[in-house]
T-cell receptor, first 111, second 115 residues
Framework: QKEVEQNSGPLSVPEGAIASLNCTYS??????FFWYRQYSGKSPELIMS????GDKEDGRFTAQLNKASQYVSLLIRDSQPSDSATYLC???????????FGQGTTLQVKP | EAQVTQNPRYLITVTGKKLTVTCSQN?????MSWYRQDPGLGLRQIYY???????DKGDVPEGYKVSRKEKRNFPLILESPSPNQTSLYFC??????????????FGNGTRLTVT
């Protein structure tokens, strides 16, 4: 089992819809979770971080964390074509203190 | 402008020919790290450095070397490159390191091809 798992996609949604990106992790002791966005041919950039169970909202983005289910998700409301990118989930391992990345989910927002 | 600068952006080389990929940051960050990104495998850490003269192995250190003689620079050295090191490489830095939840700032990447 991979330490951080994401569906590679592509996830295709129409413009204006809600995109839901999911991530599961294996380290039950993990406390810090991050979402990075990576446009094609570019470097990753941090868009959200979450540390507590529940929801954290920032503009059109909402991160959701459920530690009991070892599940973190990213919701993008009113999706735009400019949101088309690969979204990387990253989890700070409680065992090693290292940041473990998932393989990423590619999102396509169709006009 | 605050940034992490990697050079070169693209590099094609042959097996066994030593190469260095440079990384420099102008944000006075303590923490620097190298990752490689391969399809289906995501970002995997090669080496990291908590501060000057302090380096440690990541998850895939075999075949790589690093040094941190100055705070701003963290070069990645491939003493004898092999085709399985063909990949997209990213340098990243953060103010205090991932343990403190400091965000990572990534360079633009170096696409390396070893033939």
């Amino acid at each position: 089992q991979k330490e951080v798992e994401q569906n590679s996609g592509p996830l295709s949604v129409p413009e204006g819809a809600i995109a839901s990106l999911n991530c599961t992790y294996s380290d039950r002791g993990s406390q810090s979770f991050f979402w990075y966005r990576q446009y094609s041919g570019k470097s990753p950039e941090l868009i959200m971080s979450i540390y507590s169970n529940g929801d954290k909202e920032d503009g059109r983005f909402t991160a959701q964390l459920n530690k009991a289910s070892q599940y973190v998700s990213l919701l993008i409301r009113d999706s735009q074509p400019s949101d088309s990118a690969t979204y990387l989930c990253a989890v700070l391992s409680s065992n090693t203190g290292k940041l473990i990345f998932g393989q990423g989910t590619t999102l396509q927002v169709k006009p | 402008e605050a940034q992490v600068t990697q050079n070169p952006r693209y590099l094609i080389t042959v097996t066994g020919k030593k190469l260095t990929v440079t990384c420099s940051q102008n944000m006075n960050h303590e923490y620097m790290s190298w990752y490689r990104q391969d399809p289906g495998l995501g970002l995997r850490q090669i080496y990291y450095s908590m501060n000057v003269e302090v380096t440690d192995k990541g998850d895939v250190p075999e075949g790589y070397k690093v040094s941190r003689k100055e705070k701003r620079n963290f070069p990645l050295i491939l003493e004898s490159p092999s085709p399985n090191q063909t990949s997209l490489y990213f340098c990243a830095s953060s103010s205090r390191g991932v343990l403190y939840n400091s965000p990572l700032h990534f360079g633009n990447g170096t696409r390396l091809t070893v033939t």
